[in-house]
């Protein structure tokens, strides 16, 4: 589609048009513009949908133009007020149902606002009546509002702050599959099965006295885990046996408020003037904290303007010729603002099942773009008997500078890496060395639940099931590191920057678009209308540099790979390395 007000283009050039809505909790699915359009400050919506003429925008789709207002020759204006409050509100089924029980979401709406319009009346010095006229909208728009939020999280019995330090549960050999038995093994019991000897990691689980009312009142990087979740509240997520889930209410807010205004002037009977700008102003949730308590951790913020000048001429009784000259600046971000653990990012899933807890914190990527779009235009009309002939253009030149910070470290606590599974169980060992998993022949509650050999299938997936929440769980209270990733961003000339410092491009281009076209009315009833477009997207390209390109094409690349295909020449090494080297416009590449 292709969206443009006052001649404007407002359509999201970084996610390919107008088709999403950065408003409420995050992009949603939609119709959206750059810079919002109030509704009341609009004064002419065209639509087309199908059978666009040659003086269409480069969207294929709709084709949407809108026309704000102007003032006239009278005063007028409005106010207006919506209010909704949380006495109108009921609570979720999942909310009643927790232990405890979740309060209900709160919602405050209130959007207010107002226009005005009229001549520009400046008393002793100038009437613009019938010459010069004004118009002003205001619209606000503030929603305290809360949205349920779901997350993983240890049990009570996997705390440190348990009486007698963490435990690590396992589904034992006395259950049957409806019928499930857990038994706990302490850390000198988690000692003897880690080949380490070290056990739970008390550091990381915390103690007695280093969590509850000895927690840190602030969060750090360091800070234990048991000090970080809160506790479980219902069995909605989580295995049962060592996690459970925690629901609450995160905060859900959206403040917007729109300023538009607008200036008309008759400079003579032929010639009209206008002046147009709009400010957006708009802080909301992107994603919902991680947990209770914390600040608004990754919201977005819109902070987009636009500004148009016009100008019309009637040229004679059938020529008209429409000037625009204007720029829509959209600056859109999506920071995290709440990130105590740094450049270092902990999970604690290898990605074959569920996560044994739900991430510390929020993923600390963020982003951020400015993307202006100067415009300049010019269409020229000219009807005589049954034809109406117009020919025109416009001409954009873009600059835009994009932020994408994912430049940090990501940690993998408990099983992953190389080691997915545990060994053991049910009599058998791990090689030279015992079993990983408890097991105790002569009592069936100190032995993890191993299937019998005439297993039925609801035996066999709680036998997956035991040796999955187990495996998890002593990877997770030993602290084992899975894996460790680091992302690093460079200059031009391969110097590292630290990390979180993102990666910013900008990217120069420009687009052309002429066109001509004629309506002919070859009947009161008939009317056909014929044109050629031409258009013209210069290929964008990154201003400082940071560009690469490949020292040989795809062909050749195939070429390579046929070769050493016919002479059985197989495996990683024996692929073409592709390697990349500085390119682009900057680089004379």
Not at 138 to 166: C, E, F, H, W
Not at 221 to 233: K, L, Q, V
Not at 282 to 295: C, K, Q, R, Y
Request: charged share 15%.
């Amino acid at each position: 589609n292709n969206v443009t007000v006052d001649g404007l283009d407002v359509n999201d050039f970084a996610t390919g048009g107008a088709m999403q809505s950065n408003t409420g909790n995050g992009i949603q699915t939609g119709f959206g513009i750059v810079g919002h359009a109030p509704v009341d400050a609009v004064e002419e919506f065209h639509v087309t949908v199908s059978g666009n003429e040659a003086s269409s925008g480069p969207g294929g789709g709709g084709q949407f133009q809108l026309e704000t207002k102007s003032g006239t020759n009278h005063f007028h204006g409005n106010i207006n007020e919506y209010h909704r409050d949380p006495d109108l509100v009921a609570n979720s089924w999942f909310n009643k149902n927790s232990t405890p029980i979740v309060p209900r979401n709160h919602l405050i709406q209130n959007q207010f606002g107002g226009n005005i319009g009229g001549p520009i009346i400046l008393p002793k010095l100038f009437n613009g009546r019938d010459r010069a006229f004004f118009f002003f909208d205001y619209n606000n728009s503030k929603i305290i509002r809360q949205i349920d939020t779901q997350r993983t999280v240890p049990l009570d019995t996997m705390r440190g702050d348990y009486a007698g330090g963490a435990q690590l549960g396992y589904i034992d050999e006395t259950s049957t599959p409806g019928s499930v038995s857990v038994s706990y093994l302490n850390n000198a019991q988690v000692a003897a099965l880690d080949p380490s000897g070290y056990g739970i990691d008390t550091n990381w689980t915390g103690t007695s006295g280093t969590t509850g009312s000895n927690c840190p009142t602030t969060a750090t990087a360091s800070m234990n885990y048991s000090c970080r979740f809160p506790h479980s509240n219902n069995t909605v997520t989580g295995d049962g046996v060592n996690s459970g889930g925690f629901l609450f209410n995160a905060p859900d807010t959206d403040y917007m408020t729109n300023y538009v205004g607008r200036v008309d002037v008759n400079l003579n009977d032929k010639m009209k003037l206008f002046a147009r700008f709009t400010i957006v102003r708009e802080t909301s949730v992107e994603n919902p904290n991680e947990f209770a308590g914390d600040p608004i951790s990754n919201p977005f913020l819109d902070r987009t303007y636009s500004f148009v000048v016009g100008h019309t001429w009637v040229i004679g009784n059938n020529k008209t010729n429409r000037l625009i000259l204007g720029d829509t600046v959209q600056k859109y971000a999506f920071p995290n603002t709440y990130n105590p653990a740094g450049s270092t990012f902990f999970e604690f899933s290898d990605g074959t099942g569920p996560a044994m807890a739900s991430n510390l914190y929020l993923n600390p990527n963020s982003q951020s773009r400015r993307v202006p779009i100067p415009v300049i235009g010019d269409d020229f009309s000219w009807s005589k008997g049954s034809h109406t002939w117009q020919w025109g253009g416009t001409f954009k030149d873009i600059l835009a500078h994009d932020t994408n910070i994912a430049d940090y470290n990501t940690l993998e606590v408990g099983m992953g890496g190389y080691v997915l599974a545990l060994c053991g169980g049910g009599g058998t060992g791990c090689g030279a060395h015992p079993s990983l998993r408890p097991y105790d022949a002569g009592n069936a509650s100190n032995s993890l639940y191993y299937a019998p050999a005439s297993a039925t299938a609801a035996e066999t997936t709680l036998q997956n099931e035991a040796q999955y929440d187990y495996d998890e769980a002593f990877g997770f209270l030993t602290g084992r590191l899975a894996n460790d990733s680091s992302d690093f961003n460079y200059t031009a000339h391969g110097a590292p920057l630290p990390q979180l410092t993102g990666d910013q491009r900008f990217y120069k281009y420009y687009q052309l678009q002429l066109y001509a076209e004629d309506s002919w009315k070859i009947t009161p009833s008939i009317t056909a209308t014929y044109g050629l477009t031409y258009q013209k997207f210069s290929v964008p390209y990154e201003t400082r540099g940071l560009e690469t390109t490949e020292p040989f094409t795809a062909d050749q690349y195939m070429s390579a790979r046929e070769a050493q295909s016919a002479l059985g020449e197989t495996g990683p090494q024996a692929v073409p390395l592709i390697s990349y080297l500085l390119g682009g416009k900057v680089n004379n590449g």
